[in-house]
């Protein structure tokens, strides 16, 4: 089973910019999707942003324009590029992936992902 480690959380005033790493164990497969997820205290997990194993990636609302993910220089690593931070951005950032599938969709729903990582936590101070 593939495992998920995340580095690059911590804390940063408003404005600034932070990038957040996955690293797995295996590499991505074809119908692979990368993606990253956040959980704020007393909130649901939600979508951020996802990669898809051809390379397109879509992003929530609430980041486009200020997030950008992107996988490493090998398939198994991925990135998110984080700028222009708000305070609303604090939450634990979980790295995610769905190991195969059509390579159609886009999922954003976390029952579409089937490993995760442990989570970073992610502070904007304002």
């Known amino acids: 089973q593939v495992q998920l480690v995340e580095s690059g959380g911590g804390l940063v005033q408003a404005g600034g910019s932070l990038r957040l790493s996955c690293v797995a164990s295996l590499r991505t497969l074809r119908g692979s999707v990368s993606g990253w997820f956040r959980q704020a205290p007393g909130k649901e997990r939600e979508f951020v942003a996802a990669l898809l194993w051809s390379g397109t990636t879509y992003y929530s609302d609430s980041v486009k324009g200020r997030f950008t993910i992107a996988r490493g220089g090998t398939s198994d690593t991925w990135y998110l590029q984080m700028s222009g931070l708000k305070p609303e951005d604090s939450a634990t950032y979980y790295c995610?992936?769905?190991?195969?599938?059509?390579?159609?969709?886009?999922?954003?729903?976390?029952?579409?992902?089937?490993?995760w990582g442990q989570g970073t936590q992610v502070t904007v101070s304002a």
């Open positions: 995610a992936r769905r190991g195969s599938g059509s390579v159609d969709d886009t999922p954003r729903m976390t029952h579409e992902f089937d490993a």
